[in-house]
């Protein structure tokens, strides 16, 4: 069974931040490729960042330079270190784990940046 269990939302004010984490079971975690997308209410849901197997992120134009991707395979996990948050970065943050097209999914945390 797989699992995708994330961790490390919530309340922060604009320019702080947070790291969240989502740990994976049930998967050979270190071949797939790990990713934090997003949806605000209204909205669509949105990729966020992303991180290949080999290592390689790439990133959402609206984060670059302010959020951080990467992964930990001993520990079959993946991080997102979100800085300089804006109340625009509001959302509910899901995991996500691909390969050949066996999609899965975490939850979801929620990160609410306000004032």
């Known amino acids: 069974q797989v699992q995708l269990v994330e961790s490390g939302g919530g309340l922060v004010q604009p320019g702080g931040s947070l790291r969240l984490s989502c740990a994976a079971s049930g998967i050979m975690f270190r071949m797939y490729a790990m990713g934090w997308y997003r949806q605000a209410p209204g909205k669509q849901r949105e990729l966020v960042a992303r991180i290949f197997s080999d290592g390689s992120p790439n990133y959402a134009e609206s984060v670059k330079g302010r959020f951080t991707i990467s992964r930990d395979n001993a520990k079959n996990t993946v991080y997102l270190q979100m800085n300089s948050l804006k109340s625009e970065d509001t959302a509910v943050y899901s995991c996500?784990?691909?390969?050949?097209?066996?999609?899965?999914w975490g939850q979801g945390t929620q990160v609410t940046v306000s004032s």
């Open positions: 996500y784990a691909g390969r050949n097209g066996f999609d899965y």
